[in-house]
């Protein structure tokens, strides 16, 4: 009788999908962590496009359990992306994956007044989303405004609660999921892709004032929604 001894690894009990974050670069980073126990060394990163998409392999990543950090350059930041890492045993087959990671694409219509901001839910934290956060740049850096419960993807809101504020051009939004409690890591969060809009200029003139020193309406001036250069 021979024998030979097949050398199996223990394979990784879990994989997280920490988060997938949309870079100031335009560039989906990724982080997963593995399972510190397995005794898998090489794992195959998959994408697809869409819901509808099917997975392919992206990259080949050999080393250690623990964080595996990757930049996805070739991704189209304007459609959702979902991703997953597997654990690849001697035989060259996947025997267990991660959870799916998901970029969040942001859009924004405007109906008069109102900024109507909308979103794909992120998807699948093992903590679930907590909330979203609307962070908003009028010239100045972003700045959180608005926290959006973790079931809603939209958010409206009135140009005229922040037109006084934008110093350029156009202002700037992206949102930020959070993830609630997480058996494996620390919560995480994903930063969506910036959309802008067009500053809109208004003035409003007023038809009477009352000049008697008591702070309210005592310059006949317009209104403006943008600090002027000059005006005459």
């Known amino acids: 009788r021979r024998c030979l001894s097949t050398l199996m690894q223990k394979p990784p009990l879990w994989i997280n999908a920490d988060y997938a974050t949309v870079t100031p670069e335009n560039e989906i980073m990724l982080s997963f962590t593995i399972d510190p126990a397995s005794e898998i060394r090489t794992?195959?990163?998959?994408?697809?496009?869409?819901?509808?998409?099917?997975?392919?392999?992206?990259?080949?990543?050999?080393?250690?359990?623990g964080t595996f950090i990757y930049n996805d350059g070739s991704a189209d930041i304007s459609t959702v992306n979902y991703y997953r890492l597997s654990a690849v045993n001697n035989?060259?087959?996947?025997?267990?994956?991660?959870?799916?990671?998901?970029?969040?694409?942001?859009?924004?219509?405007?109906?008069?007044?109102?900024?109507?901001?909308?979103?794909?839910?992120?998807?699948?934290?093992?903590?679930?989303?907590?909330?979203?956060?609307?962070?908003?740049?009028?010239?100045?850096?972003?700045?959180?405004?608005?926290?959006v419960p973790a079931n809603d993807t939209s958010f409206t809101f009135g140009y005229s609660g922040i037109m006084y504020e934008v110093s350029g051009n156009e202002v700037c939004f992206r949102v930020?999921?959070?993830?609630?409690?997480?058996?494996?890591?620390?919560?995480?969060?994903?930063?969506?892709?910036?959309?802008?809009?067009?500053?809109?200029e208004l003035i409003t003139v007023p038809n009477a004032f009352t000049p008697d020193?008591?702070?309210?309406?005592?310059?006949?001036?317009?209104?403006?929604?943008?600090?002027?250069?000059?005006?005459?």
């Not at 025997?95 to 998807?123: F, K």
């Not at 702070?215 to 000059?230: E, G, R, Y």
Request: proline share 5%; with cysteine; aromatic share 12%.
């Open 43 to 65: 794992y195959i990163l998959e994408r697809k496009t869409g819901a509808s998409g099917e997975f392919g392999q992206i990259y080949n990543y050999t080393g250690d359990p």
């Open 176 to 200: 930020v999921a959070l993830e609630g409690p997480d058996i494996h890591v620390s919560s995480a969060e994903s930063r969506s892709s910036v959309i802008c809009t067009d500053a809109t």
């Open 91 to 147: 035989c060259s087959l996947p025997v267990i994956s991660s959870n799916l990671a998901s970029n969040i694409v942001l859009g924004l219509t405007r109906e008069e007044d109102d900024i109507i901001l909308s979103w794909n839910p992120y998807r699948e934290w093992t903590g679930m989303v907590s909330s979203y956060s609307i962070f908003c740049n009028t010239g100045k850096g972003y700045e959180e405004r608005y926290s």
């Open 213 to 232: 020193n008591n702070q309210v309406n005592d310059l006949f001036m317009p209104l403006l929604s943008f600090t002027p250069a000059d005006y005459h």
